[in-house]
């Protein structure tokens, strides 16, 4: 590479909740570029999530993106002719990247109203280690332990 690396801006911590988490979180969702209403939509679902499990919506949230973390994934490499799948360690800041990812995808896709609704479903599901955000990571893990075999060929 010629030149260095881009610096990463800070994240400014979220007003309600004072985590830099979170405002990862919203920046992820947010695709209209109005933050405020995606804040809002954001704070709605942890509210619904709350109402629906009888525990804080936060630490249900915390719980359902630690849920769907992975920890390997596979990455292809051509080697001779063929193209293997080498199974290796996600990077912690990836980890997060990921999870947030699946998790807002995967609430995107199900069946409500509004986004909140689907946001709070998508939740409680991968705080019970269920959902679709669950099943990716579950996927992810499986193909990596299949492909465990070409292990020593390191990325």
Wanted: charged fraction near 30%; proline fraction near 4%.
């Amino acid at each position: 590479m010629r030149k260095a690396q881009a610096k990463r801006l800070p994240l400014a911590p979220d007003p309600k909740f004072d985590d830099k988490m979170v405002t990862r979180f919203v920046n992820c969702l947010m695709w209209g570029g109005n933050k405020t209403v995606v804040l809002n939509a954001f704070y709605d679902s942890l509210d619904k999530v709350a109402k629906i499990t009888n525990e804080e919506g936060y630490e249900v949230w915390k719980r359902a993106l630690a849920n769907v973390t992975p920890a390997v994934e596979v990455r292809s490499r051509r080697i001779g002719g063929a193209t293997f799948q080498i199974p290796s360690e996600v990077r912690p800041d990836r980890k997060i990247s990921l999870s947030m990812k699946w998790l807002i995808r995967f609430a995107r896709e199900r069946n409500g109203k509004t986004i909140s609704d689907k946001l709070a479903n998508e939740i409680v599901a991968a705080a019970k280690n269920e959902g679709g955000a669950y099943k990716k990571k579950e996927d992810t893990h499986r193909m990596a332990e299949a492909n465990k075999a070409f292990s020593h060929f390191k990325v």
